[in-house]
């Protein structure tokens, strides 16, 4: 599974993507008629949610990151882009932001993108959060909050007819990082119930942004460029009609797939695009508070982990041990425990059910299944590959669950390497996000921290042993030559469409 990100790659990091065979149309002739060719873009797994409370699986970002728009977005290299916003100003403090919204904007339906619309759509995804306990870093910083829980309003979130302001009770220089990530973007309000704010239909959405939701089923999502969409936003060859397939056999043969940076597909005529080595791949033990589980006892999780990282070293891949990128300052990595023999004692659980890498960060996704297999076995249990589908294992992130389809999941998810501290909050209080586990409660202490000792909390994630760092990688895209991704920021995961087009 690969976890959300957020921000400009955080976790959200986070995580996958659609394949398959897709006819895209350029909007402008070209020499080489590229308007009449069919392109196939492959993903991991389908969509299974229009609503942006779910934008924390990979495979939304890659669905929806040019369907729902926000104010801004950070995919374009080199600069912060307005979307609906066409411009903003922020006081000398960073405490007051005011954004001033494009004219004639349009949903896909023809109604007018409003300040009312923007201020309703962040309105219900602050009430969604409260109800779930989600602290990500935006609304409880804004001021008056406190009241929230009182008025159900938004105390420093003001509107009129041309600008909607975001007051904080502290600086927020990193503004328009988090508003790029699309938990935020803008929703059309007959998508959710006006009192509950719950989702109506999870397969139907009223697009904000420059394409719109063509075909929807089991086996392809299709999009379609929006012809009212402002033009100077999009690639200047864009493509006309994505239509993206999952099936596995297509990533043999796709135009446009998921992938990482540790693949090799230059040699089939490919071309990578992705960002920087800011990703961690990792094993995660779901059904850790569980009493019957053998994953419940620290000694046992520390010595399958360090069975499963000498499996993957005898299979010729030096696993990283550390959660976080070794760019991030002060990060270093931990030291392996040592494999105490033991005996094992009569347990109801005779094995352990996993759920393997997706195809995208092959070749991980092979070796690590194989060194679980290998590490189960030594500890005397039968392992067993369940592809679980990924709002499933996104559910049993929560602890004391009486039942886990997974006891091990394989995720991937992202960090900013320049400034993490967001990130690393977001991961362990958001329930939009990874929910890192946090047993003692420890780290909760070193993140309330105005600034966060990154590796004070490496060290309690390694501890803890129910993150088990595997590697560090960048995730992106690998294109056919005739496509142009040079608008693209690889800073983050390349996958806003209409910044792709034709060359």
């Not at 999952?246 to 960002?275: C, F, M, P």
């Amino acid at each position: 599974m690969e976890a959300p990100r957020r921000r400009t790659l955080t976790p959200y990091v986070r995580l996958l993507f659609l394949a398959g065979t897709m006819t895209l149309h350029a909007c402008t002739p070209h020499a080489d008629d590229t308007s009449n060719k069919q392109i196939s873009f492959w993903i991991s797994d389908a969509p299974f949610s229009a609503d942006p409370l779910d934008y924390d699986a990979f495979i939304h970002h890659i669905a929806f990151s040019s369907v729902h728009s926000g104010l801004v977005t950070n995919y374009k290299i080199g600069q912060y882009t307005g979307l609906i916003a066409k411009g903003w100003e922020v006081s000398p403090d960073q405490k007051t932001w005011s954004f001033t919204l494009r004219e004639n904007l349009s949903f896909s339906n023809g109604d007018p993108i409003t300040t009312k619309d923007v201020a309703d759509s962040w309105q219900r995804m602050a009430r969604l959060m409260r109800q779930r306990g989600s602290r990500a870093g935006l609304f409880e910083k804004l001021t008056g909050f406190s009241s929230f829980e009182k008025t159900d309003k938004l105390s420093g979130l003001e509107f009129d007819k041309t600008h909607i302001t975001l007051r904080f009770s502290e600086p927020m220089p990193n503004l328009l990082d988090v508003l790029s990530f699309g938990l935020y973007a803008v929703v059309h309000s007959s998508c959710y119930d006006k009192v509950s704010g719950k989702w109506l239909n999870p397969h139907h959405t009223v697009a904000s942004g420059p394409y719109s939701v063509k075909a929807w089923n089991e086996t392809s999502f299709v999009l379609k460029l929006r012809g009212d969409f402002p033009a100077e936003l999009l690639h200047p060859k864009p493509l006309e009609e994505v239509k993206m397939e999952w099936a596995a056999d297509q990533r043999q043969t796709a135009d446009i797939l998921s992938g990482n940076s540790r693949e090799n597909l230059s040699v089939k005529g490919y071309v990578y695009h992705g960002e920087t080595e800011s990703r961690i791949a990792y094993i995660r033990c779901q059904s850790w508070t569980h009493p019957a589980s053998p994953l419940h006892d620290k000694a046992e999780r520390k010595r399958l982990r360090g069975a499963f990282y000498a499996n993957l070293e005898s299979l010729g891949f030096k696993p990283t041990l550390s959660f976080f990128p070794l760019a991030i300052s002060a990060v270093k990595e931990l030291s392996l425990d040592g494999l105490a023999k033991h005996a094992h004692p009569a347990a109801p659980w005779k094995s352990l059910t996993y759920r393997p890498y997706a195809s995208e960060v092959t070749p991980l996704s092979e070796l690590a299944a194989q060194a679980l297999q290998q590490a189960a076995t030594a500890e005397g249990f039968q392992a067993e590959a369940k592809d679980t589908p990924k709002k499933i294992v996104g559910a049993e992130f929560a602890p004391n669950l009486p039942v886990y389809h997974n006891d091990l999941v394989s995720i991937v998810t992202g960090i900013l390497i320049d400034n993490p501290d967001a990130d690393i909050r977001f991961m362990f209080k958001s329930q939009e996000g990874i929910r890192l586990p946090d047993p003692t409660g420890r780290a909760a202490g070193f993140i309330a921290s105005p600034k966060i000792e990154v590796q004070k909390v490496n060290e309690v994630l390694w501890e803890d042993a129910i993150i088990w760092p595997v590697a560090h990688l960048s995730i992106g895209l690998w294109a056919r030559k005739k496509l142009d991704f040079s608008l693209i920021n690889t800073l983050v995961p390349p996958t806003a469409v209409h910044l792709i087009g034709w060359k």
